[in-house]
T-cell receptor, first 113, second 113 residues
Framework: DAGVIQSPRHEVTEMGQEVTLRCKPISGHDYLFWYRQTMMRGLELLIYFNNNVPIDDSGMPEDRFSAKMPNASFSTLKIQPSEPRDSAVYFC???????????FGEGSRLTVL | KNQVEQSPQSLIILEGKNCTLQCNYTVSPFSNLRWYKQDTGRGPVSLTIMTFSENTKSNGRYTATLDADTKQSSLHITASQLSDSASYICVVSRGGSQGNLIFGKGTKLSVKP
């Protein structure tokens, strides 16, 4: 398996623009997570899905953030409008329920100017 | 408050030397503890998992220990190599929901030749 695939790897945009980050989880994994990583705060859970259904979105910073999982092999994290404080690395991860081990993608580094 | 504290924040050692990274947690209930290795520009990868009944677990040159009474874990790296340069993140699971993970902010290890 190719692992968790994220795109784009790097995104530079201007404040106010819409940003869409994409994730393909490992086939057969029931859980999908979106994390944000910054130097100050480390890894923070934004939202996670179980069998394509959002379970906990309490970590989503505000209404500007939204996430969808239309099917078992695809998820998006959207920021609209983006702000400079959204600059971070966004990770997608997937897991199986029994092991709980997270398999992370390579991350999407977002810079909002 | 559920917290995971890691020390030191950063560490520089010479190639071939040993080192020990610390993780203290105040998480309850406790299900398991994982150490992840995150190479620069990559996503974290699981090194080892410790459950309540386990005291020591090895994965090659990495040895993790867990003292559930004092709520402390350590990751010992033997005969360090340049490729060990990375951030090491301690993650404690509270069990139940898959999203019930508490992340430390990591220790950044630099191995110099």
């Amino acid at each position: 398996d190719a692992g968790v695939i994220q795109s784009p790897r790097h995104e530079v945009t201007e404040m106010g623009q819409e940003v869409t980050l994409r994730c393909k989880p490992i086939s057969g994994h029931d859980y999908l997570f979106w994390y944000r990583q910054t130097m100050m705060r480390g890894l923070e859970l934004l939202i996670y899905f179980n069998n394509n259904v959002p379970i906990d979105d309490s970590g989503m910073p505000e209404d500007r953030f939204s996430a969808k999982m239309p099917n078992a092999s695809f998820s998006t994290l959207k920021i609209q409008p983006s702000e400079p404080r959204d600059s971070a690395v966004y990770f997608c991860a997937s897991s199986l329920p029994l092991t709980g081990e997270l398999f992370f993608g390579e991350g999407s580094r977002l810079t909002v100017l | 408050k559920n917290q995971v504290e890691q020390s030191p924040q950063s560490l520089i050692i010479l190639e071939g030397k040993n080192c020990t990274l610390q993780c203290n947690y105040t998480v309850s209930p406790f299900s398991n503890l994982r150490w992840y290795k995150q190479d620069t520009g990559r996503g974290p990868v699981s090194l080892t998992i410790m459950t309540f009944s386990e005291n020591t677990k090895s994965n090659g040159r990495y040895t993790a220990t867990l003292d559930a009474d004092t709520k402390q874990s350590s990751l010992h790296i033997t005969a360090s190599q340049l490729s060990d340069s990375a951030s090491y993140i301690c993650v404690v699971s509270r069990g139940g929901s898959q999203g019930n993970l508490i992340f430390g902010k990591g220790t950044k290890l630099s191995v110099k030749p």
